[in-house]
């Protein structure tokens, strides 16, 4: 089938992928998420690949991701009533079209909320009613490498449906490479779009103060404490044992996500008040032990913290300040504060981290655009100051508090055609 002969039969004007099928959690560990069909038939393709994730070491929540990645994708093909080995890069490049434009389906019983705008607090925007750049690059990542696994072991088309990029014809590799840059990825999907390189933001400490007034119970307060600390991931924290504490070293053990290294990570000693304050808040019923869960519920039946749990925690918070800051906004502001410190290493923020590179530590050296801002609105203040000296006016207090952000009384009247005072 050629590509162009899918283009002509898939019609993405009037195309709907109902909202059918699943990715179910299950109670076998070997098996821990099954993508089911609309009949409700487990789709043996995807735990097969799956499984091949399981064995090099990907995690639950990794595995999960990957599913449901996979979960559009299938219901993609269902729509248009393609069976997913005889897909082609027709329906490959159709289906990259669609989920960048297509809107995202919204979950009955969910609050709908402004799409897109930004946070009069923390200048971050809300999710947009389409998907993410960065979801877009993921899912074609998995669906490239789910059907390599399948032309590997000879189960599904023999042409992978989501190539690598063209290779130049005739051309070497990094051929006009500038020897005293760091290489780039060699080769990436064809249909993988470009993402951004974002800047981390973290939470002033006027800000941060005021969530961390608004915690209700000693458990979030170390919970946060360490979080700002230690520059975990929340995954991470939320991982740890009773006998990853150690209180007298101002440490805590924690599994790295990715490497699955176990490292010591320190902590301030506000922290481990607040986990002791804690702890001993805790009734007998609550497990203890050295290999006991940490972080328990508050309310019912002590149950293991979650981290849809744990979010939902520091979103209360925020919603009082009015506020949207994210649990790994608190790794960011850790990051920022220890990279800003002239007396710590870099490369001692790298590996607290956990970072594999330091060009990605480098990032928390970027200033904050309010800090931006504020500097450079100041430059212009010392510039306007400056040029009146020269024209022999000396500005005056009253000219630095003006309303208008430091305008010329003549700039103003231009602006709004009334005779300048």
């Given at each position: 089938?050629?590509?162009?002969e899918?283009?002509?039969?898939?019609?993405?004007?009037?195309?709907v992928?109902?909202?059918?099928g699943?990715?179910?959690?299950?109670?076998v560990?070997?098996?821990?998420?099954?993508?089911?069909d609309p009949?409700?038939?487990?789709?043996?393709?995807?735990?097969?690949?799956?499984?091949?994730?399981?064995?090099?070491?990907?995690?639950?929540?990794?595995?999960?991701?990957?599913?449901?990645?996979?979960?559009?994708?299938?219901?993609?093909l269902?729509a248009?009533?393609?069976?997913?080995?005889?897909?082609t890069?027709?329906?490959?490049?159709d289906?990259?079209?669609?989920?960048a434009?297509?809107?995202?389906?919204?979950?009955a019983?969910?609050v709908?909320?402004?799409?897109?705008?930004?946070?009069p607090?923390?200048?971050?925007?809300?999710?947009?009613?389409?998907?993410?750049v960065?979801?877009?690059?993921?899912?074609?990542?998995?669906?490239?490498?789910?059907?390599?696994?399948?032309?590997?072991?000879?189960?599904?088309?023999?042409?992978?449906?989501f190539?690598?990029?063209r290779?130049?014809?005739?051309?070497?590799?990094?051929?006009h490479?500038?020897?005293?840059e760091?290489?780039?990825?060699e080769?990436?999907?064809?249909?993988?779009?470009?993402?951004?390189?974002?800047v981390?933001?973290r939470i002033?400490?006027?800000?941060?103060?005021?969530?961390?007034?608004?915690?209700?119970?000693?458990?979030?307060?170390?919970?946060?404490?360490?979080?700002?600390?230690?520059?975990?991931?929340?995954?991470?924290l939320?991982?740890?044992?009773?006998?990853?504490?150690?209180p007298?070293?101002?440490?805590i053990?924690?599994?790295r996500?990715?490497?699955?290294?176990?490292?010591?990570?320190?902590?301030c000693?506000?922290?481990?008040?607040?986990?002791?304050?804690?702890?001993?808040?805790?009734?007998r019923?609550?497990?203890?032990?050295a290999?006991?869960?940490?972080?328990?519920t508050?309310?019912?039946?002590?149950?293991p913290?979650?981290?849809?749990?744990?979010?939902?925690?520091?979103?209360r918070?925020?919603?009082?300040l009015g506020?949207?800051?994210?649990?790994?906004?608190?790794?960011?502001?850790?990051?920022?504060?220890?990279a800003?410190?002239?007396?710590?290493?870099?490369?001692d923020?790298?590996?607290?981290?956990g970072?594999?590179?330091?060009s990605?530590?480098?990032?928390?050296?970027?200033?904050?655009?309010?800090?931006v801002?504020?500097?450079?609105?100041?430059?212009?203040?010392?510039r306007?100051?400056?040029?009146a000296?020269?024209d022999?006016?000396?500005?005056?207090?009253?000219?630095?508090?003006?309303?208008?952000?430091?305008y010329?009384?003549e700039?103003?009247?231009?602006?709004?055609?009334?005779p300048?005072?």
């Amino acid at each position: 089938m050629a590509d162009g002969e899918s283009v002509e039969r898939c019609d993405l004007v009037t195309l709907v992928a109902d909202s059918v099928g699943s990715v179910v959690v299950t109670e076998v560990i070997w098996e821990p998420y099954r993508l089911v069909d609309p009949g409700g038939q487990v789709v043996a393709c995807v735990s097969g690949f799956l499984g091949e994730l399981q064995a090099s070491g990907r995690t639950a929540a990794t595995q999960r991701s990957y599913a449901l990645d996979l979960l559009r994708w299938f219901r993609f093909l269902w729509a248009i009533g393609v069976p997913w080995d005889q897909a082609t890069r027709g329906e490959a490049r159709d289906f990259s079209r669609w989920l960048a434009l297509v809107d995202k389906p919204r979950r009955a019983g969910v609050v709908r909320r402004p799409v897109g705008v930004a946070n009069p607090v923390t200048g971050k925007r809300s999710p947009g009613g389409r998907y993410a750049v960065s979801t877009l690059a993921h899912s074609e990542t998995v669906l490239r490498g789910f059907y390599a696994f399948h032309l590997e072991a000879g189960t599904g088309p023999i042409i992978n449906p989501f190539p690598l990029v063209r290779e130049r014809a005739g051309g070497r590799a990094h051929a006009h490479h500038n020897p005293m840059e760091p290489f780039g990825k060699e080769r990436s999907g064809r249909y993988r779009p470009r993402l951004a390189q974002r800047v981390p933001r973290r939470i002033p400490d006027e800000r941060f103060n005021q969530i961390f007034a608004l915690l209700r119970s000693d458990r979030d307060r170390a919970l946060v404490a360490f979080w700002v600390s230690t520059g975990a991931r929340a995954a991470e924290l939320l991982g740890a044992r009773g006998g990853d504490v150690d209180p007298g070293q101002q440490l805590i053990t924690v599994v790295r996500k990715g490497s699955r290294a176990v490292q010591q990570l320190p902590a301030c000693a506000d922290a481990f008040v607040w986990l002791r304050l804690y702890q001993c808040a805790l009734g007998r019923s609550v497990p203890a032990g050295a290999d006991d869960p940490l972080w328990w519920t508050s309310r019912g039946t002590p149950r293991p913290l979650t981290y849809h749990a744990a979010r939902a925690m520091f979103r209360r918070a925020n919603e009082a300040l009015g506020a949207n800051w994210s649990l790994h906004d608190l790794r960011h502001t850790a990051a920022y504060r220890m990279a800003r410190d002239p007396r710590l290493p870099l490369c001692d923020v790298q590996w607290v981290l956990g970072h594999a590179h330091l060009s990605t530590t480098q990032l928390y050296l970027t200033p904050a655009p309010s800090e931006v801002i504020t500097e450079v609105l100041a430059h212009h203040q010392r510039r306007q100051a400056g040029e009146a000296l020269v024209d022999g006016a000396r500005p005056t207090a009253a000219d630095a508090g003006r309303p208008g952000g430091g305008y010329r009384a003549e700039s103003l009247a231009a602006l709004f055609d009334r005779p300048a005072s």
